[in-house]
């Protein structure tokens, strides 16, 4: 399937501090998909974006997928404790396929 | 309704011993995944069930890894004469959505794999 690249490998931040992840791609994405996955737990369906350009939020959450459909972010606007975790994005290779390919996630820490 | 289920939790092998991980989806699911997630890494697919079908193995490493789902709901990952490579956590994951694109996957509490 794709390879998704995703940057930083880690982030720290200080408690009320803002925080984003990205997620690129060297060819044009189907879909895109965000999960989440708390220290010691499974990965939890956060959302999914098609459209180029599409925007999504959940209440401090930005989801964002590029125009060219080779990006997308996710932005946590004044972080709390409770967003520690790893941050993955995934897509469907293509047409026909059912192989989810994740990238490698993104590790926030929140610093109290 | 309960979530996804797996079984083992904790599962530690002696190099060359066959184990069975057991995965309970949700109740209605026809869609079904296997992961494998190695530490500090993302999800790995490695096989998909539509019901009692199973339409992609692609991802299965090697022979020694065998998938099934014979009623369409529970499944079975077998991993057999298992190799210290073979440790990691063995994801399950269910979708109400079936074919490509099926959209959110609800994940499994995983098996965690030690080959000593």
């Known amino acids: 399937g794709q390879q998704v690249m995703q940057i930083p490998q880690y982030q720290h931040v200080q408690e009320g501090e803002d925080f984003t992840t990205y997620c690129n791609s060297s060819?044009?994405?189907?879909?895109i998909q965000w999960y989440k996955q708390r220290p010691g737990g499974h990965p939890v369906f956060l959302i999914q974006l098609v459209k180029s350009g599409e925007v999504k939020k959940q209440k401090r959450l930005t989801f964002q997928f590029g125009e060219a459909k080779k990006n997308s972010s996710l932005h946590i606007t004044a972080t709390q404790t409770t967003d520690v975790g790893t941050y993955f994005c995934a897509e469907y290779s293509g047409a026909g396929s059912y192989q989810l390919t994740f990238g490698k996630g993104t590790k926030l820490s929140v610093i109290p | 309704g309960a979530g996804v289920s797996q079984s083992p939790r904790y599962k530690v092998a002696k190099r060359g011993q066959d184990v069975a991980l057991r995965c309970d989806p949700i109740?209605?699911?026809?869609?079904l995944f296997w992961y494998q997630q190695a530490l500090g890494q993302g999800p790995e697919f490695l096989t998909y069930?539509?019901?009692?079908?199973?339409?992609?193995k692609s991802g299965l490493p090697s022979d020694r890894f065998f998938a099934e789902r014979p009623e369409g709901s529970v499944s079975t990952l077998k991993i057999q004469r298992t190799q210290q490579e073979d440790s990691a956590v063995y994801l399950c994951?269910?979708?109400?959505?079936?074919?490509?694109?099926?959209?959110?996957?609800?994940f499994g509490p995983g098996t965690r794999l030690t080959v000593t």
């Open positions: 994951a269910s979708s109400s959505r079936q074919g490509p694109w099926a959209y959110e996957q609800y």
């Open positions: 060819t044009t994405l189907s879909n």
């Open positions: 069930f539509q019901n009692e079908a199973q339409l992609d």
């Open positions: 109740s209605g699911h026809v869609s």
